[in-house]
């Protein structure tokens, strides 16, 4: 249990299917981040949220669109997603400047 | 831009001792952040350096050096559930995030 719960684990969908990742955190944090990990990459980021305001939106493409509804909770919509959009999708939340807490992420397949 | 430069993979033996070097060049510098990831994982926070030095962690030390724009972690008396991703992150100044390296895969053989 590391504290930030993510759903679904794993994911396949699609190229015109719509379906959303979820987010929870349970530690109290006030930050809370969206990560792309793709093979042999960095971890890249997508999108931050501070206090509920999206403070960082990393150039991604419109196909992702977050959502933050409180402090605990944070999503990511997919809809017309690409195959190369198959990736692991990582949360994680943060407070001040102290470590990132990650969840076990969400394995998507674009097919 | 931001630069962070780690080795691919490295192999080493049980009970050996293994140093994971990481390189940087970031606009300005906040901290810098070791992770572990087993597969299929969430990454975990390891150590965290922000001034020159050592810092150590019973098995686990990291070392920093601002001036030279480097970072080592060191794992002593390896096991084999050391085998893993280590990831090498640095916080730029006035940044909201991290920026990784791409992660060193370690494994420890018998």
């Known amino acids: 249990e590391t504290g930030v719960t993510q759903t679904p684990r794993h994911l396949v969908m699609g190229m015109t299917n719509k379906k959303s990742l979820k987010c929870e955190q349970h530690?109290?944090?006030?930050?809370m981040y969206w990560y792309k990990q793709s093979a042999k990459k960095p971890l890249e980021l997508m999108f931050v949220y501070s206090l509920e305001e999206r403070v960082e939106n990393n150039s991604v493409p419109s196909r992702f669109s977050p959502e933050c509804p409180n402090s605990s909770h944070l999503f990511l919509h997919l809809h017309t997603l690409q195959p190369e959009d198959s990736a692991l999708y990582l949360c994680?939340?943060?407070?001040?400047?102290?470590?990132?807490?990650f969840g076990n992420g969400t394995r998507l397949t674009v097919t | 831009g931001q630069n962070i430069d780690q080795p691919t993979e490295m192999t080493a033996t049980e009970g050996a001792i293994v140093q994971i070097n990481c390189t940087y060049q970031?606009?300005?510098?906040?901290?810098l952040f070791w992770y572990q990831q087993h597969a299929g994982e969430a990454p975990t926070f390891l150590s965290y350096n922000v001034l020159d030095g050592l810092e150590e962690k019973g098995r686990f030390s990291s070392f920093l050096s601002r001036s030279k724009g480097y970072s080592y972690l060191l794992l002593k008396e390896l096991q084999m559930k050391d085998s893993a991703s280590y990831l090498c992150?640095?916080?730029?100044?006035?940044?909201?995030?991290?920026?990784f390296g791409t992660g060193t895969r370690l494994t420890v053989i018998p």
């Open positions: 530690l109290g944090h006030n930050a």
């Open positions: 994680a939340s943060s407070q001040a400047n102290s470590p990132l807490h």
């Open positions: 992150a640095v916080k730029a100044t006035g940044a909201n995030n991290l920026f």
């Open positions: 970031t606009s300005g510098f906040n901290g």
